[in-house]
């Protein structure tokens, strides 16, 4: 499997507004595949991420 952990994150973040949670894989944003956290910075708009 290749994807992006998600390891942790800040309370009240957008992403845990967002619905992720920790542990979570993401394996793509916008139907573009995510392999490394930089595809995922690349792949979300920073006033988002």
Do not use: C, H, Y
């Amino acid at each position: 499997m290749t994807g992006v952990l998600v390891a942790s994150m800040q309370a009240k973040s957008p992403a845990e507004e967002a619905g992720f949670r920790r542990w979570d894989v993401i394996l793509s944003v916008d139907g573009q595949t995510v392999d490394r956290p930089e595809d995922f910075g690349n792949a979300v708009p920073e006033d988002t991420a």
